[in-house]
């Protein structure tokens, strides 16, 4: 349904997203997920064609955003963070003017409009003017309009942000219901808010793919694994030989610190127990250089 080639959007510099290459399939629903900053929100505007990307293709159902503007836009309903609704209209206003310029057929638009209404539970409110709607009902509304005509792409970017949770509960339950009939992507920065309504989750960070897997696949990768970061004087021969003793340690990489003597030292701890054994090992290995040193002392040694 989306194929992601090779995607870069420079900034003067600085990379938002970096060659990213994905591809999204038919029917299900994805979770982008990431720090803030990672790129999900400029990604998401360039499959949207909201705005440009320095290199790359975008192709939404076979047709480039870029070169086909318009029929690859008509496949897609966009909720942005902030939905873009005009506050002096009412609820029903909006959703007609929206279905105007999705340019719905006229004999279509009541229909249409009641589906989405019924959809987003906005039958209390349809009459009520825009800025007198609290934030959540304000959200219901922009994603009313993203699926307005039933797009068979719908793309939701932060669709919980600043929501209670009785709110984010009712948005869920909206995205699990859009997803029996649609492609839905959506993106956060919490694990277990896509986690929860996702059946695959791609993982960004700096603008690049880092993970891509089902939510239990990687829950299964990232479960008892911490990430250590050291600063360690000695020799990289050394600091090798005591972590690979380590049971659990992986990844291992050292490199300079910038100063003399010290060296910084990153790695993965894999176990249940990952980082008490951890301890311990680096413990006992003070120790006993303490033992050595001790006795080297005695014997007028110097080590």
Do not use: W
Request: with cysteine; aromatic share 4%; hydrophobic share 40%.
């Amino acid at each position: 349904m989306i194929e992601v080639k090779n995607l870069v959007k420079d900034y003067g510099g600085h990379l938002a997203v970096d060659h990213l290459n994905f591809t999204i399939e038919d029917g299900q629903i994805y979770g982008f997920l990431g720090p803030n900053g990672a790129g999900k929100s400029t990604t998401m505007n360039i499959m949207t064609g909201y705005i440009g990307a320095t290199e790359g293709d975008v192709l939404i159902n076979g047709h480039n955003i870029l070169e086909e503007p318009e029929e690859a836009k008509k496949c897609i309903g966009y909720l942005p963070e902030l939905p873009p609704l005009y506050v002096d209209m009412t609820v029903m206003e909006q959703l007609e003017f929206a279905a105007e310029l999705k340019r719905i057929p006229k004999k279509e638009r009541k229909s249409a409009i009641g589906e989405v209404v019924a959809l987003a539970k906005l039958e209390e409110v349809q009459g009520r003017l825009i800025r007198n709607l609290s934030k959540g009902y304000r959200q219901r509304v922009g994603l009313a309009q993203a699926v307005l005509g039933m797009p068979p792409v719908i793309i939701l970017d932060e669709p919980t942000v600043g929501l209670d949770p009785k709110q984010i509960i009712e948005i869920r339950d909206m995205i699990r219901e859009l997803g029996e009939k649609h492609t839905v992507i959506l993106s956060s920065h919490i694990l277990s808010e896509v986690s929860a309504v996702c059946d695959h989750i791609l993982i960004i960070d700096r603008g690049k793919l880092i993970a891509s897997d089902t939510p239990e696949n990687l829950e299964r990768q990232m479960a008892g694994a911490a990430g250590m970061e050291l600063l360690v004087k000695g020799q990289e021969e050394e600091i090798r030989e005591i972590l690979e003793a380590i049971d659990g340690a992986e990844e291992i990489a050292v490199s300079e610190s910038g100063e003399e003597g010290v060296r910084k030292v990153t790695f993965q701890l894999m176990g249940e127990n990952c980082l008490e054994d951890g301890a311990e090992e680096a413990e006992r290995e003070e120790s006993e250089e303490r033992e050595e040193s001790e006795e080297n002392e005695d014997m007028n040694i110097i080590p």
